[in-house]
C-alpha cells in the first residue's frame, strides 16, 4: 500500500469561542485571495462561537463575521462553505434551511430561506460546491437529494431519492465538483461516495462500509485532485482516506497535527497550561478502547477527531477541519 500520497504540513487553530480561532469548527473555503474562511458550528444549544473566522496559512487573523441567531445574516447550525466564481462567500445552515451569501468582508448579500420537502425545498442543507456558470448544488441532507439552483434561486433541477442502490443516496452530506465536472458526494448513511455526471446522471459509486483500513463509516466530505484522486473525511472511522482514480483505498491517515502558532501563543501568555502540557504523555499507548476510534482519538491530541472536511487549494495543499480539536490540518499531496 502506498503511503506518500500526503504528507504532513502543518495545524492552525485554537480554541476560542470568539475573535482568532475555532469553536466546533465545521468546513473551511480557500478563497480566491488565499485567505481561508473556516465556519464554527458550536455545540447543539451553546450560542457562543458560532462565526466565520478569516486567516490565511501563516495564520494572520484578518477577523470574523456573524454570529448565533435567526435575522438575516446570522447562523444556527452552519454546515458548509464555499466560494462562488465571483468570489461571493456562501454558507448553509441546516437548523434554518438556510443558504446565506456574504462579501469577502461579510457584508451579508443575500439569504435563500427554503424550508420544506417540495421541489425546490430545502430540509438540512449540508454541503455547498458552484459549477463554472454559478449554478449551486445543495446536498439536501433530509430529503436525501441533490439540488440546483441558480444563484438567484430558481430551481434547475434536483436528483436522487432515498435507498441503498448505486443511484441512490441516504443522508447526503459532502459534496465537491472535481476538476474533470463530474460531482463526487459523501453519501453518508450508504458509506460510500458516490459520482454523478452535474445533470445527475450516475456514474460510479466507491467504498464499502466498515471499520477496517480500506472501509468507509459515514464519510462526512469528499474533494477530488487534477489526477482524479479521491480524498475523503471519513468522520465514523475518524481518519482522511485516498482513493485511486480506481476507487481503491490507497493511503487512510489518523492524523500528525503539531502545535499551531495560535496555540503556542496561547501557552507562553498561559504558563500553568504550558507547564501541565509539557508535562502530560501526549502520545500514551492504549490498552483498551483499540477498536473505537472516537475514544482512541479522544485520547491522543495528534490524531484527528471528527474530520469534518476536506478541501484543496491551488498550491496542491489539502485542508481538513476536524471539529472536535477546533483545528485544520495541513498536508501537501505528492
Known amino acids: 500500500m502506498s503511503t506518500d500520497k500526503l504528507s504532513y504540513n502543518r495545524?492552525?487553530?485554537?480554541c476560542s469561542m470568539e475573535g482568532r480561532g475555532f469553536y466546533f469548527p465545521a468546513d473551511t473555503v480557500i478563497g480566491s485571495d488565499e485567505k481561508l474562511y473556516?465556519?464554527?458550528?458550536?455545540?447543539?444549544?451553546?450560542?457562543?462561537?458560532v462565526r466565520v473566522t478569516i486567516y490565511d496559512i501563516d495564520e494572520e487573523y484578518y477577523g470574523t463575521f456573524s454570529g448565533y441567531g435567526e435575522d438575516p445574516g446570522d447562523l444556527i447550525w452552519p454546515t458548509s462553505i464555499t466560494q462562488s466564481n465571483d468570489d461571493t462567500i456562501i454558507v448553509t445552515d441546516e437548523y434554518l434551511n438556510r443558504v446565506s451569501f456574504f462579501e469577502t468582508t461579510g457584508q451579508l448579500i443575500r439569504t435563500w430561506d427554503n424550508a420544506g420537502m417540495q421541489d425546490i425545498n430545502l430540509d438540512g442543507p449540508a454541503g455547498i460546491a458552484v459549477d463554472t456558470e454559478n449554478n449551486v448544488y445543495i446536498s439536501d441532507h433530509h430529503n436525501h437529494r441533490i439540488q440546483v439552483l441558480s444563484q438567484e434561486g430558481s430551481s434547475i433541477g434536483a436528483f436522487g431519492e432515498l435507498g441503498s442502490r448505486e443511484e441512490n443516496l441516504n443522508s447526503p452530506w459532502g459534496i465537491t465538483i472535481a476538476p474533470n465536472g463530474d460531482l463526487y458526494i459523501a453519501d453518508?448513511?450508504?458509506?460510500?461516495?458516490?459520482?454523478?455526471?452535474?445533470?445527475?446522471?450516475?456514474?460510479?459509486?466507491y467504498g464499502e462500509s466498515g471499520r477496517e483500513e480500506h472501509q468507509l463509516r459515514r464519510p462526512a466530505s469528499v474533494c477530488v485532485d487534477k489526477d482524479d484522486y479521491i480524498y475523503i473525511a471519513d468522520w465514523g472511522n475518524e481518519r482522511v482516506k485516498v482513493m485511486n482514480p480506481s476507487g481503491q483505498i490507497i493511503q487512510s491517515l489518523r492524523g500528525q497535527a503539531t502545535e499551531s502558532k495560535w496555540a503556542q501563543a496561547f501557552l507562553e501568555i498561559n504558563v500553568e497550561e504550558a507547564d501541565a502540557r509539557n508535562n502530560s504523555d501526549l502520545e500514551t499507548e492504549l490498552d483498551y478502547f483499540t477498536n473505537d476510534p472516537h475514544e482512541?482519538?479522544?485520547h491522543i491530541e495528534k490524531l484527528f477527531w471528527a474530520p469534518m472536511s476536506v478541501k484543496l487549494d491551488s498550491h496542491n495543499r489539502i485542508y481538513i477541519t476536524e471539529s472536535n480539536r477546533h483545528r485544520v490540518q495541513i498536508y501537501d499531496i505528492n
Do not use: E, K, Y
Request: avoid cysteine; glycine fraction near 10%; aromatic fraction near 8%.
Open 11 to 14: 495545524t492552525v487553530g485554537l
Open 38 to 49: 473556516t465556519v464554527s458550528r458550536s455545540l447543539d444549544g451553546d450560542t457562543r462561537g
Open 188 to 205: 453518508w448513511h450508504n458509506d460510500r461516495i458516490q459520482r454523478f455526471s452535474t445533470d445527475g446522471t450516475f456514474i460510479a459509486s
Open 296 to 298: 482512541v482519538s479522544s
